[in-house]
């Protein structure tokens, strides 16, 4: 296949998302538990699935997760949202057979994990930064669910390379996320690049090269590999040293172990 006109209409192949997941990134923290609950009562299958991954014992520890409102008691709104989303990717996004889905997939859920050690380290907006992470390659994803079959052909990967931060940033204007998501997963891969001062981004550039140290990149030619200029910029932005990221490797390793 060739790469000249392929991304024309990318808005086109833009999966739709459950309303659900909308409403559910809209409303205010102060709203009643059993109000957030009782928004997934038409939603069984999603409700089921939020159960299963909150069954990990990152999130259980000791106690098993009974239902929404426990499971919404012990991760909080911010959670909630998380693995929602992470339950939807899965849903609509993640859905072929593709062989480069499972890592983009595994990516994303590291790198959105890794952020929330990093979080440790140095202050950032957590909430905002995990569901870019989850999102960043979904321009990655959408594109080989609808006909890209680029084996063979380098010109169709550089040309996914460059567009995929694109339509990740479309997906999410479509999805109705926040203009910082949108801006995030539009320039994830451009600090230093024009962005040289933008600590979301710098986030995201220290979580991608934890990931690729612990062999959960996506190692393709569609994908930027990770570069020393770029962390080095991301860790003086963030005000962190090359010495601590062994200390977030090492903890961000136990925390995808509890997440398995």
């Not at 040309?159 to 949108?182: K, N």
Request: charged share 20%; aromatic share 4%; net charge negative.
């Amino acid at each position: 296949m060739r790469s000249e006109g392929l991304f024309d209409s990318p808005g086109e192949s833009i999966p739709h998302m459950p309303d659900l997941l909308g409403d559910l990134m809209a409303i205010k923290p102060n709203m009643p538990p059993r109000r957030v609950v009782r928004m997934f009562k038409h939603e069984p299958g999603l409700s089921e699935s939020l159960r299963l991954l909150a069954e990990a014992p990152y999130y259980t520890g000791r106690r098993p997760m009974e239902g929404l409102g426990r499971i919404l008691e012990r991760v909080g709104l911010a959670g909630m949202r998380g693995l929602a989303m992470r339950v939807v990717l899965d849903e609509v996004v993640f859905t072929g057979d593709h062989p480069l889905h499972e890592p983009i997939r595994r990516h994303a859920t590291a790198t959105a994990y890794i952020i929330t050690v990093l979080s440790r380290y140095t202050p950032l907006p957590t909430e905002r930064l995990f569901t870019a992470a989850l999102l960043q390659n979904v321009g990655l994803a959408i594109p080989l669910n609808n006909g890209l079959d680029g084996d063979g052909d380098d010109d169709v990967w550089q040309a996914l390379r460059y567009a995929h931060e694109g339509i990740s940033c479309l997906a999410a204007a479509e999805w109705d996320l926040s203009d910082e998501i949108q801006h995030i997963v539009g320039h994830h891969h451009q600090l230093g690049r024009g962005l040289s001062a933008d600590r979301d981004i710098a986030a995201l550039v220290a979580a991608d090269h934890i990931a690729h140290n612990m062999r959960l990149s996506i190692d393709h030619p569609s994908h930027p590999a990770p570069d020393e200029a770029s962390l080095g910029l991301a860790l003086d932005i963030l005000e962190l040293h090359q010495s601590q990221l062994p200390s977030v490797q090492a903890e961000s390793s136990e925390l995808l172990r509890l997440l398995a």
